[in-house]
């Protein structure tokens, strides 16, 4: 009853009108962002996050917070949502946990049922969103609660096992995915040390005194790297697109769809709960397990709608399953939570077991926030998908100079300081070399991200233990999350080298 009430006084939060009005732009952006090939969440929610500290200035901190968090969230499920409309119409994915929905969405689409794979796809997200958020909503407090049981060891050994997940998963190459995680922790370093106050890689030179701007780092590896490829590359997509037809499906395709999509958003729940699983792994778990209990496999790939309907809910069940380790135990599970992560930092929350109790309203009201954001999507999108669908024609003519223009005025409005907008150029051009050679970029941001938090943690372990490096080892929790770490590690590895380069990798 206790959650109830918290979760009603959410919905108070939620429902306040500016809240209803961030919901609605986040999710629309966030549908806008997942159908256009390339841009995906991450870039999106990194992007919005200048726009949304302009917006919410002059409000009170804690007010300010939310309101910034429910439109970063609306990009995010939202982008999930979007993400099919060019995986069913045009053969390309707007981001990659819609890759699988290609291989039966286009052919439904070539067979002119695209409406009706659009529809199933809408309805099946809504469902997975709203069996995640009541997950979300039972399991945070009793994890919240848990997790206040932690010491500094075991926090310390809980990032750890957080940044070896999402090394384990992302990208094509492990050693790679490693090499960025370093790197992301060696750039936390940079700046002004809050203990000893001496002054590290900063070079004599004073702007580096605070560190590196995290929504600067972000905004530049993601957003201003896709200009920079859309730029050099050129890309065009070939296939032609469907045509949409007739958009509500027939009863038959709801009886054929209804258990996949139950079976989807559990699945993609528990498998985005995982820290590094994320939701690209869902759905492709939910297509090929939809396809071997499938009274008829036969059909799939050749445009059978369970095809579509699993994974879609898959991946939206992932990105709600993926909210509970970002908001009770302060680790993120994947690139775009770490972004969200960050974003909170920004305003002064720490994700984390206190989350609840020390800002009940963000907490509460950004899952409130989600619930109103879901059925805000499934409006939006079973009536306006053709004009979802336009959004694929927009020229990059068009396109890349908004996304410049947005990041270099929504960086500098941050700390009004050109140094950033050099940054941001500079970490364009390295975020666009690194995934032209298959760096993965979310490592680097998760170890910008929790750099400082494992630093802090380890500290204050070392000095309980008088220096006793065997603290991390000594207490059982704390051992648990080490074990987990290289049992991840040891598994993908042994995973990678048995199936062949390549096959187990994931792209957040």
């Known amino acids: ?59 009170q901190p804690e007010e300010a917070a939310a309101s910034a968090i429910i439109l970063l969230a609306g990009v995010y499920y939202g982008a999930m949502y979007g993400g099919s409309t060019t995986s069913i119409l045009l053969n390309t994915p707007g981001e990659s946990s819609s890759v699988v929905t290609t291989l039966d969405g286009y052919q439904l689409a070539r067979q002119g049922r695209a409406g009706a794979a659009l529809a199933i796809a809408a309805i099946g997200s809504f469902v997975a969103g709203v069996v995640s958020l009541v997950g979300l909503v039972f399991l945070a407090r009793p994890l919240s609660d848990l997790a206040l049981s932690f010491g500094p060891a075991d926090y310390f050994s809980l990032m750890v096992l957080g940044l070896c997940a999402v090394s384990g998963l992302a990208g094509k190459s492990m050693t790679k995915a490693l090499i960025m995680t370093v790197m992301g922790l060696l750039l936390s370093t940079i700046g002004m040390d809050n203990v000893s106050g001496v002054a590290r890689f900063t070079y004599d030179i004073p702007v580096l005194y605070q560190g590196l701007e995290f929504l600067t780092v972000a905004v530049g590896l993601f957003a201003m790297g896709e200009v920079f490829r859309a730029i050099l590359e050129r890309e065009r997509g070939e296939s032609p697109v469907g045509r949409i037809g007739k958009v509500m499906p027939t009863r038959q395709e709801l009886g054929q769809s209804a258990m996949p999509i139950m079976r989807g958003s559990l699945l993609g729940f528990l498998i985005g709960v995982l820290p590094g699983a994320g939701a ?70 720490q994700p984390g077991p206190l989350l609840f109790s020390e800002h009940p ?28 669908a336009k959004i694929i024609e927009t020229p990059p ?109 994931v792209k957040f």
């Open 1 to 59: 009853m206790e959650t109830l009430a918290y979760l009603l006084k959410g919905f108070q939060t939620a429902l306040e009108w500016h809240n209803l009005l961030f919901a609605f732009v986040g999710v629309l952006i966030g549908t806008a962002v997942g159908v256009l090939p390339g841009i995906g969440p991450m870039s999106g929610v990194a992007l919005l996050i200048p726009l949304t500290a302009t917006m919410t200035a002059g409000a």
């Open 280 to 349: 690209t792994l869902a759905s492709f778990f939910a297509y090929v397990l939809e396809k071997k209990w499938s009274k008829h496999p036969e059909k799939f790939g050749r445009g059978a709608i369970e095809g579509v309907a699993a994974p879609e809910s898959a991946n939206n069940g992932a990105s709600g399953g993926a909210m509970i380790p970002l908001l009770t135990l302060g680790i993120p599970g994947s690139g775009t939570t770490a972004i969200l992560m960050g974003a909170l930092i920004m305003y002064n929350i």
């Open 361 to 388: 309203q963000v907490a509460w009201g950004l899952i409130a926030s989600m619930f109103i954001g879901n059925v805000m999507l499934l409006v939006l999108n079973m009536p306006l998908v053709k004009l979802f």
């Open 397 to 505: 003519k068009y396109l890349l100079p908004l996304i410049i223009a947005i990041s270099v005025f929504g960086v500098y409005a941050v700390q009004v300081n050109i140094f950033d907008v050099f940054l941001l150029i500079v970490c364009g051009v390295i975020g666009y070399v690194l995934s032209r050679n298959d760096f993965p970029l979310a490592p680097l941001v998760l170890g910008l991200v929790l750099g400082p938090m494992i630093e802090n943690n380890m500290r204050r372990a070392l000095t309980a233990s008088n220096g006793d490096w065997t603290v991390f080892v000594a207490k059982p929790m704390s051992l648990c999350f080490l074990l987990v770490a290289v049992l991840w590690i040891t598994v993908v590895l042994w995973r990678k080298r048995s199936r062949g380069k390549g096959e187990v990798s």
